[in-house]
């Protein structure tokens, strides 16, 4: 199975910060990655796909990149509601696996 | 307006059995695969299972391979999951997906709480 690793576990910033949060596969997965938001109670949300493809209505504030097997999830400037959970996910194999996540707290 | 709506989760005792289900509504579900993911209290998230439109193709994770089944009724636009010979781990929220591609999970239902207790 593919692992995925994300980096760091949890991450603290204020309202107007940019924010970089990685995730490292443990072998090549071409760009067969996305990145979900998710906020306490609630269900996850699709926010990046195919490594770098902003998914419709998601604000251009979130960006993605690849460089090899590393993936970065960038928020260019934090807003309130950007404050959960970050977690990618590898779509390159089955069993489809996700990061352990990524918990983005107020400071 | 896509929406996912997921049924049929509780308490259930170790070994027991139960069947989840997921409602599509608002896009052509026949169209798209599907997907159940899962989360364990105060944890990650898991994939558990995916199927293709006409239900030709079924991908499980390998901690349900063998007890768990997916399937779907398309002229019902639904999606179920039956779970056998549960366990302590098998404790989650479990998530209706729709399935962007073959890959991604663009939609998401509210989830459903199964409980795998004595």
């Keep these: 199975d593919i692992q995925m690793t994300q980096s760091p576990s949890s991450v603290s910033a204020s309202v107007g910060d940019r924010v970089t949060i990685t995730c490292r596969a443990s072998q090549g997965i071409s760009s067969w990655l996305a990145w979900y938001q998710q906020k306490p109670g609630k269900a996850p949300k ?19 990149s690849e460089s090899g097997t590393d993936f970065t999830l960038t928020i260019s400037s934090l807003q ?15 069993p489809y696996t996700f990061g352990q996540g990524t918990k983005l707290e107020i400071k | 307006e896509v929406q996912l709506v997921e049924s049929g989760g509780g ?13 599509a509504s608002g896009f052509p ?33 390998d901690s349900v391979k063998g007890r768990f089944t997916i399937s779907r009724d398309n002229a019902k636009n639904s999606l179920y999951l039956q779970m056998n ?30 409980t795998v207790s004595s």
């Design chain 2, 29 to 61: 579900f026949s169209s798209y695969w599907m997907s159940w993911v899962r989360q364990a209290p105060g944890e990650g998230l898991e994939w558990a299972a995916n199927i293709k439109q006409d239900g030709s193709e079924k991908y499980y994770v």
């Design chain 1, 46 to 64: 699709l926010l990046i796909y195919a490594a770098s493809s902003l998914q419709s209505g998601v604000p251009s504030r979130f960006s993605g």
């Design chain 1, 80 to 94: 309130p509601e950007d404050f959960a959970t970050y977690y990618c996910q590898q779509a390159n194999s089955f």
């Design chain 2, 85 to 114: 010979s549960l366990r302590a781990e098998d404790t989650a929220v479990y998530y209706c997906a729709r399935v962007l591609g073959t890959s991604y999970f663009d939609y998401w239902g509210q989830g459903t709480l199964v």
């Design chain 2, 11 to 23: 308490l259930v005792q170790p070994g027991g059995s139960l069947r989840l289900s997921c409602a």
